[in-house]
């Protein structure tokens, strides 16, 4: 039997308050620096993604991706012939040369794009067909074997993997059965997470239960594990996971149309996915979009970091201990992603063109 959860506005509070408390004692000279970058653009960027300290891929609405050489000194804006009405709310990159972008929406709108000459050029790599399938967000193992996650259809995840890096094939038959109105969020590029040479992980919400997507297999086979944050709406659940090693990961959520109030929006987990226990919630109030863990953007042997930055339009935090105690990063309103490069070095991303450092 399932035990249900429930904290009260008063609980929620003093969790808040001692959060707070927290926050300022454990704030020391470890707590990071914040530059903000000139991106080159005004449109909103959603997703982020560095390859080492000195090249990041971002991409937006507009048919925009912005990228840089040169840790973010110099940042160079551009948009895809031809996807000028896209929203590209997923970027993945290897390299300076080689990335990919991935167009969230209905019908034809769900795209994804390759470049494997620093953006000169762009081949579509695929676009869907179905009018009634959403493209959300994906993720990689190696440059040439990753996953994208699309929204339920008629009670089934029509997930696609790759394992040439160039042919996208449904394995929506590998994937448990969706609840109704099951769906994943395209805020912020990570509601796909993958680990090592085959572990990956998919947040959802929008139904009765909020769920983690789990396999171990590379996609051949998965399980469904419920979590306990703020969940039961069509605008609620799992927005955002990252996992550091193959057994500990983080999830962000929340209610999206309730800015104001805070919610249960973090939950951890040691057992690889299986069981989510909750952990403080953010200093800041609505839902989180985004979070990641301060470690190396390859995860292939794991780390020991337990320094996570969670973000959303309402303000962004960083923890030192994965999700027991945080601290607010000043004046950091508006952003929706966020990504590392190593232990010491990320980015966010948001609305306006938004781009800040942050180094640890």
């Known amino acids: 039997m399932r035990r249900s ?8 509070t003093a969790i808040f308050l001692l959060s707070l408390s927290a926050s300022a004692q454990s704030a020391s000279s470890s707590s990071p620096t914040l530059r903000r970058q000139k991106s080159g653009t005004t449109v909103r960027l959603q997703a982020v993604s560095p390859v080492d300290p000195q090249v990041v891929w971002a991409s937006g609405v507009g048919g925009t991706y912005v990228l840089t050489t040169d840790g973010g000194e110099h ?12 929203e590209f709310r997923d970027v ?3 390299s300076s040369q080689v990335a990919y972008l991935l167009s969230a929406g209905t019908g034809t709108d769900a795209r994804i794009y390759k470049t494997e000459d620093g953006g ?3 081949r579509l790599e695929f676009q869907n067909q179905d009018p009634n399938e959403f493209f959300d967000c994906f993720a990689f193992w190696t440059r040439t074997r990753g996953l994208v996650m699309v929204d339920s259809v008629n009670g089934r995840f029509p997930v696609r993997r790759t394992t040439n890096g160039q ?10 059965p969706a609840l109704p109105g099951e769906a994943a969020f395209a805020a912020s590029g990570t509601c796909v997470a993958t680990q090592g040479q085959d572990r990956a992980w998919i947040g959802t919400g929008g139904a009765s239960q909020a769920r983690i997507l789990a396999t171990t297999n590379r996609g051949k086979t998965w399980q469904a594990y419920d979590t306990p944050i703020t969940q039961g709406t069509p605008t609620s659940g799992v927005t955002s996971v990252d996992f550091r090693d193959a057994f500990h990961g983080i999830l962000g959520g929340g209610e999206i149309l309730k800015p104001h109030d805070f919610s249960n929006n973090i ?11 909750l952990a403080t919630p953010t200093p800041f109030r609505g839902a989180v979009y985004g979070l990641s863990y301060a470690t190396d953007a390859s995860r292939r042997e794991g780390s020991n970091s337990q320094t996570v930055v969670a973000t959303g339009p309402s303000g962004a935090a960083w923890t030192p201990d994965e999700g027991d105690t945080w601290n607010l990063l000043p004046g950091l309103v508006n952003y929706w992603a966020v990504a590392f490069a190593d232990p010491h070095t990320g980015w966010l991303v948001g609305t306006e063109g938004r781009i800040v450092k942050i180094t640890f």
């Open 267 to 277: 939950a951890r987990s040691s057992d690889g996915g299986k069981t989510w226990q």
């Open 92 to 94: 993945q990159a290897f």
């Open 120 to 122: 000169n050029t762009w």
């Open 5 to 12: 959860i429930r904290i009260t506005r008063l609980s929620l």
């Open 167 to 176: 042919i996208w094939k449904d394995i929506s038959n590998n994937l448990p």
């Open 75 to 86: 940042w160079q804006a551009h948009v895809v012939p031809g996807a000028e009405n896209l």
